[in-house]
């Protein structure tokens, strides 16, 4: 009779899923959609105050984007762990690369699908250089600066030399920051040769797995059942929504219109971002 009391009241292990799905930016930028400090950190405060919690799984989907966002999202998932005590476990679905793989290391384990994207621990800057079309066209660039750097990279006038250089030195300690935080995170695991490792590259998780970037093959749910037991709860921990939302009523311009503006700019710039990895 005990026994059966306790199995009938036993509520089981409980385990937090916070998704991680998303290019990451700075909350203002991309429509809001994004990934930042400002939009994750309440997440991550619930689900390690989750009563009960055995761990806290990450569901990661993400091709990158800000290094900064990255490494506040990563630095604070760790405060939280120690904190608490909770193992991390990172589930990478379609792509963890770049600052989505950032994120993954501040996992204590990575799991993935076969072929899940991972990698690409390094640095890109890109844009659009208009010199030619702003001659064609008979507009006049008129920039008056304070400062000779202050117009760096100006995409209205030909590239300068000194100013690829000052980008590239740039870009060379925002990469050393990346490879140390990979080191610091995956240490001895790491197999392949860092000039591979941190060239850049991506591979899916087969490949990882060989070059230490992964721990193993997975699926969420049935991975913490099998750790955890079948009765594991698994609860989404998502962002609250907003009153407006839930009756509907939030949204754009009535009539179907999709102006031309800054979220459909927003739009494109996001797509750019998983097209780099084929998704």
């Not at 208009?130 to 590239?159: A, C, W, Y």
């Not at 749910?221 to 037991?229: D, I, K, N, P, V």
């Amino acid at each position: 009779m005990l026994d059966w009391v306790r199995n009938r009241f036993r509520r089981g292990s409980v385990v937090p899923v916070v998704r991680l799905s998303g290019v990451i930016a700075n909350g203002g930028l991309l429509g809001g959609r994004s990934l930042s400090i400002e939009s994750v950190a309440p997440l991550l405060r619930r689900a390690f105050e989750t009563r009960g919690a055995r761990a806290v799984a990450l569901a990661l989907n993400s091709p990158g984007g800000s290094p900064v966002q990255s490494a506040l999202i990563a630095q604070r998932i760790r405060l939280h762990a120690r904190e608490k005590g909770l193992p991390v476990i990172a589930f990478v679905e379609d792509v963890a690369a770049s600052g989505g793989y950032w994120l993954a290391c501040a996992a204590d384990e990575i799991i993935a699908d076969p072929s899940s994207i991972v990698g690409s621990i390094g640095v890109i800057s890109s844009g659009f250089g208009f010199q030619d079309l702003m001659t064609r066209i008979g507009v006049e660039r008129r920039v008056h600066t304070s400062g000779e750097n202050k117009s760096m990279l100006d995409p209205f006038r030909p590239e300068q030399p000194e100013d690829v250089v000052r980008l590239k030195r740039l870009q060379a300690e925002i990469h050393d920051g990346f490879k140390d935080w990979v080191r610091e995170r995956r240490g001895r695991l790491l197999k392949g040769d860092e000039n591979t490792l941190f060239s850049g590259e991506f591979w899916t998780a087969r490949r990882g797995i060989d070059l230490g970037l992964v721990d193993g093959f997975g699926e969420l749910r049935a991975t913490l059942q099998q750790r955890y037991g079948d009765k594991v709860r698994l609860p989404v921990i998502g962002p609250r929504r907003r009153l407006l939302s839930r009756f509907g009523l939030q949204g754009g311009l009535g009539g179907g219109i999709d102006m031309i503006g800054p979220a459909t700019l927003a739009a494109l710039e996001e797509r750019a971002h998983w097209q780099r990895f084929g998704l």
